[in-house]
Structures are given as structure tokens and as C-alpha cells.
């Protein structure tokens, strides 16, 4: 991890922390930074959900890493959040977010290529947060609804599936 993304920002305000959590698991997967993105959990025991035409419920950060880090993380991927809201009460140590997102993903190396695959996702996320001993604001929980996709959906395959 570099000094460029660290994991915690002491500078932002309760609210804005509990969104940078978010924020900072977003860039460690588009960086493909595991110590990022594993720093924006609050442990192994929490939980990842995509709602699609499916519903996929991830339980335990090593689950979610495999199926979220390892195949997106090697991409050439950007997710951009936006409209956040924050719903903190003073003085709690749980809060909760839903922000709006989108996500293009592109194969490795490929990502500038104009006429290369892509595949690009928008929707919601709904997050369950926690503060920790230290004060860090970390997820507990994250649901991301897809509202909307376009492109190659083979690309966020794992390769053994790819192939088969």
C-alpha cells in the first residue's frame, strides 16, 4: 500500500468517515491493493450481498476477497460512488450509508483500448458500518442492488468459469 491511499484519513468528520470506509474498499479494489481493501472491513465476520437476477451473499472478508478482489481487483476498473447519504446518530458506533455507483470493468491492460470488452454496472449500495477500539469507521456490511448493466457480463466471471 502506498502513502497515496492511506487507510485512514484523521482529517474528515464523523460523517465523512463513515463514508470513506466505502470509498477506501472501492480504491483498494481498483488498485488491487488486498491490505487496502481488507482494511475497510471490520474483520472476517462480515458480509458482502449482490442483488442481480440472483441474490449472491458472501459471508467472511477471506469469501468476499476471493470472489470480489481476486477477479475484479487484476482489471483495469474504476467504481465511481456518488450521492451518499450518511444516517450517524451522535455518539453511536454504528452507522449506516446508501450511495449511488457506477462500475466499468475491463480486462487487464485493456482498460484504454477503445474497441476492448468492458462491462460496466449501475446501482445502489446499502452499508452497515461500525466504529472500532481505535475510532476507524470499518464496514460490517454491504449490499450492493444492480439496477442496471452493460457490455460483456463474462468478463466478472472467475477464469475457471470463463473457460468451462
Not at 470506509?21 to 472476517?44: M, R, T
Not at 472478508?61 to 474504476?78: A, C, F, H, Q, Y
Not at 466499468?104 to 491492460?109: A, E, F, L, T, V
Not at 466478472?156 to 468459469?161: A, F, G, L
Amino acid at each position: 500500500m502506498s502513502d497515496m491511499y492511506p487507510q485512514y484519513l484523521p482529517s474528515l468528520s464523523e460523517r465523512d468517515a463513515v463514508a470513506d470506509a466505502l470509498y477506501w474498499a472501492a480504491i483498494g479494489c481498483d488498485h488491487n491493493d488486498a491490505e487496502l481493501f481488507n482494511s475497510a472491513w471490520a474483520g472476517e465476520d462480515v458480509s458482502f450481498e449482490i442483488h442481480d437476477d440472483n441474490k449472491r451473499v458472501m459471508s467472511g472478508l477471506s469469501i468476499i476477497r476471493k470472489n470480489i478482489l481476486e477477479i475484479v481487483g487484476p482489471m483495469d476498473t474504476t467504481h465511481n460512488t456518488a450521492m451518499v447519504r450518511v444516517n450517524l446518530k451522535d455518539g453511536a458506533d454504528t452507522a449506516t450509508l446508501t450511495a449511488i455507483s457506477t462500475a466499468q470493468h475491463s480486462p487487464p491492460g485493456m482498460g484504454r483500448d477503445p474497441t476492448g470488452p468492458k462491462y460496466t454496472t449501475g446501482g445502489e449500495y446499502s452499508v452497515d458500518l461500525i466504529r472500532d477500539e481505535s475510532g476507524v469507521w470499518r464496514i460490517k456490511k454491504l449490499v450492493l442492488c444492480i439496477i442496471w448493466t452493460q457490455g460483456d457480463a463474462s468478463l466478472m466471471r472467475p477464469k475457471s468459469e470463463a473457460a468451462a
